[in-house]
């Protein structure tokens, strides 16, 4: 439905740290990584990890793990077009899907979405 360039920029625009840390609160630096308690499940010791250079999240007490896409995927209870829609007005980047045809979808299931909701 979306580009892979508006993908990438949304990506590339989004530091996961920032994002990880305005969820969760508190950030250890660990080495190269960042850790801290994880926000998916409950815990004393702090078992998610957040790599920098590779924009990634591990969690080795769940065993969940992604990108920024997904870590607001999970956070908000959300799918992808949601997320990507998310990051980008952080990041102040206009999202329109590709296609004008798959655009006009998209339009209508957030309407319809909003509705329900």
């Given amino acids: 439905m ?19 840390q305005a969820s969760v609160g ?3 630096r660990a080495g190269r ?12 010791t702090p078992s998610f990890n ?9 969690c080795f007490g769940c065993g969940k793990k992604g990108d920024v896409f997904t870590f607001v995927m999970l ?3 959300c799918e992808f077009p949601e997320a990507l829609k998310i990051l980008a ?3 102040g980047i206009k999202v329109e899907p590709a296609d004008p045809r798959m655009a006009e979808q ?6 319809w979405k909003s509705y329900l909701y």
């Fill in 33 to 44: 990584n960042w850790k801290a308690c994880c926000p998916f499940h409950n815990e004393k």
């Fill in 2 to 20: 979306f580009n892979d360039d508006l993908k990438r920029r949304v990506r590339d625009a989004t530091n996961l740290v920032d994002l990880v």
């Fill in 89 to 91: 007005d952080r990041a």
């Fill in 26 to 28: 508190k950030l250890t």
């Fill in 106 to 111: 998209y339009h209508r299931e957030k309407e």
């Fill in 75 to 77: 956070t908000q209870r």
């Fill in 50 to 58: 957040v790599n920098v250079e590779g924009q990634f999240f591990n």
